[in-house]
């Protein structure tokens, strides 16, 4: 069975403070997947990065980075230099298989306060 | 527009009625995903197609929901006898390949769904 933990229900930060959102994971699967989405107020869901099991480096992209940990079974998220457009509800997700049926963690909302 | 697209995007029923979704996925995605997600909660995994085979169903799609992809472009998603439990937002999803290649999945706006 997978699991992904959002500990973090909400959260705000003022405009252009650092601010990271954290993810733990639960899988049996040897290769995984790791996802972190976007869903702002209108609702649609938005891809932000994706990071495969194998491969623990950790990168930048533009204000976006991730931490991933197999040690931990942790793949955190940080944006920085926030600005308003960040506020939205972000999703970790979790997949594994030949089918790749994705699980959601529960979200965290961030707040980006002007 | 070439992302996935859902219609309706509202539906307001009555309980009991029945209701059918539609999703058409972004062209020749070979996979298609419905989700269902309520208030507060991440986005839950409902069915998966692979061209038109229907691949998995999870515990969550009980006998009053059904769908189907007849010729592996489209989906439709019915619920049947409706309940004030299906409200929920529903979410299609498609991605690009076959295989375990861990490619992201791509979302429609979603139907959201009100049983009075």
């Known amino acids: 069975a997978q699991k992904v933990t959002q500990a973090q229900t909400e959260i705000s930060v003022v405009e252009k403070e650092d601010v990271t959102l954290d993810c733990v994971y639960e899988?049996?699967?040897?290769?995984?997947?790791l996802f972190w989405y976007k869903q702002p107020p209108s609702g649609e869901l938005v891809f932000l990065i994706r990071?495969?099991?194998?491969?623990?480096q950790n990168e930048i992209s533009g204000r976006y980075s991730w931490n991933f940990q197999k040690s931990t079974s942790s793949f955190n998220f940080t944006i920085t230099a926030s600005q308003v457009v960040d506020s939205a509800v972000y999703f970790c997700?979790?997949?594994?298989?030949?089918?790749?049926?994705?699980?959601f963690g529960t979200g965290t909302k961030l707040q980006v306060i002007p | 527009d070439t992302g996935v697209s859902q219609d309706p995007r509202h539906k307001i029923t009555k309980r009991g009625q029945n209701v059918t979704f539609r999703c058409d996925p972004i062209?020749?995605?070979?996979?298609l995903y419905w989700y269902r997600q309520t208030l507060g909660q991440g986005p839950e995994f409902l069915t998966y197609f692979q061209n038109e085979a229907q691949l998995e169903k999870s515990r969550l799609l009980s006998d009053r929901f059904s769908a189907e992809r007849p010729k592996g472009s489209f989906s439709t998603l019915e619920i049947q006898r409706t309940e004030q439990g299906d409200s929920a937002m529903y979410l299609c999803?498609?991605?690009?390949?076959?295989?375990?290649?861990?490619?992201?999945?791509?979302f429609g706006p979603g139907t959201r769904l009100t049983v009075l």
């Open positions: 899988t049996r699967d040897t290769t995984y997947y």
């Open positions: 990071r495969n099991s194998f491969d623990e």
């Open positions: 062209s020749e995605h070979n996979r």
């Open positions: 999803a498609s991605s690009p390949r076959p295989g375990p290649t861990g490619d992201e999945q791509f």
């Open positions: 997700a979790l997949s594994g298989g030949g089918y790749q049926k994705v699980t």
